[in-house]
């Protein structure tokens, strides 16, 4: 459905991200970092490692997901570059930030669906 993520711009985390959204900003540097594919084959597959390693930050994630979209609602694919320097590509079309969130939300219920996503 989504694809193999192709692309990740550099990395710049800044601590503003920590403060303001722990739990995201947590999966953003510890696990979908520069070099994702260190971790696993595909960034669902990451996604999936991160659901089983942390479990009881599930609830903290998905609220900080829905805080950045409401905050950033009118403008949320350039927020989500401009704080987390990343940039998604599935296969050739580009994917959404309310996408990638859909997809993590997805994959943090059923981490062993995680293949789904590839």
């Known amino acids: ?3 193999r993520l192709l692309k990740f711009l550099r990395w710049y985390p800044q601590n503003h991200e920590q403060r303001e959204y ?3 900003a947590h999966l953003m540097l510890a696990y979908l970092h520069q070099d994702p594919d260190v971790e696993a084959d595909t960034i669902p597959e990451v996604i999936a490692n991160y659901a089983r390693s942390h479990a009881a930050d599930r609830e903290q994630l998905l609220r900080d997901m829905e805080e950045f979209t409401q ?3 009118d403008s949320l694919n350039e927020a989500f570059v ?3 320097h990343l940039h998604i590509e599935m ?4 994917q959404t930030a309310v996408q990638f969130f859909e997809m993590i939300r997805s994959i943090i219920a ?3 669906g995680y293949w789904r996503f590839e």
Not at 91 to 94: A, I, L, S, V
Request: proline share 16%; net charge positive; hydrophobic share 35%.
């Open 110 to 112: 059923n981490p062993e």
């Open 1 to 3: 459905m989504f694809g």
């Open 71 to 73: 905050r950033f609602r």
């Open 91 to 94: 296969g050739k079309n580009p």
């Open 82 to 84: 401009k704080w987390w």
């Open 22 to 24: 722990p739990a995201l």
